[in-house]
Every structure is written in structure tokens, then in C-alpha cells.
């Protein structure tokens, strides 16, 4: 079973930082695009940030310059380093990734989502 775990959410003061770590596990073929999205009370869940397999980034206007997703492919993971942070930026984070996993002989695509962890930033 392929599963994604995140960590590093947590309570920050405006202007501070905060890092946030998703880490794949599980009968993993290869990982294609990974991201982080995020999720604020009474909101839709939006993109904050993406990496290709091939390391092209793309960001939300609303992070741009302040947030940076980097992939490690050998440890199966994907970054956030989230820098001059916004009350705005208050929200549940959840790391997302496009996966093959290998079901015996069989290749299987899926995309799969963490279970989120908190990021609140006061004012």
C-alpha cells in the first residue's frame, strides 16, 4: 500500500518560517509530479506548489518568492520551505503525489494525498 506522510506543520508568527517534509513509502515504482496543496476552513482545497519528476516547479501567485518545493527522488520526498509567512497562510497542508506502484508483475498509476498537517500563522 502506497502511502504519503507529511510532517513540520505547526504555529508560526507572521514574517517567520516553517518547513514541511512528505515522505512515500510503500511497493513504489516511480513518482511522477508531486505537490503541496492547501486547504483553509470554509475554503476549496488549492495548489501551492508542484515539481516534475524532471525538477520544473510551478507556484501559486499568492506563494510566489516566498514558498520553495524541492524533491528528494532517492528518499522519496518533497518540500516545502515556507518563508515570510501570512496570517492568510493559515490552512491544513496536504502533500500530493502521482505514483506508479508495482502490483506483482503490474504497473499501477494512482494519485494519492497525505493526511495533512496544520500550518497557522498568527498575526
Known amino acids: 500500500q502506497v502511502q504519503l506522510v507529511e510532517s513540520g506543520g505547526g504555529l508560526v508568527q507572521a514574517g517567520g518560517s516553517l518547513r514541511l517534509s512528505c515522505v512515500a513509502s510503500?511497493?513504489?515504482?516511480?513518482?511522477?509530479?508531486m505537490g503541496w496543496y492547501r486547504q483553509a476552513p470554509g475554503k476549496q482545497r488549492e495548489v501551492v506548489a508542484t515539481?516534475?519528476?524532471?525538477?520544473?516547479?510551478n507556484y501559486a501567485d499568492s506563494v510566489n518568492g516566498r514558498f520553495t518545493i524541492s524533491r528528494d527522488n532517492a528518499k522519496k520526498t518533497v518540500t516545502l520551505q515556507m518563508n515570510s509567512l501570512k496570517p492568510e497562510d493559515t490552512a491544513v497542508y496536504y502533500c500530493?503525489?502521482?505514483?506508479?506502484?508495482?502490483?506483482?508483475?503490474?504497473?499501477?498509476?494512482?494519485?494519492?494525498w497525505g493526511q495533512g498537517t496544520q500550518v497557522t500563522v498568527s498575526s
Open positions: 500530493n503525489a502521482d505514483i506508479s506502484k508495482l502490483q506483482g508483475p503490474v504497473r499501477i498509476n494512482g494519485n494519492y
Open positions: 515539481i516534475t519528476s524532471g525538477d520544473s516547479t
Open positions: 510503500g511497493n513504489i515504482f516511480s513518482i511522477n509530479t
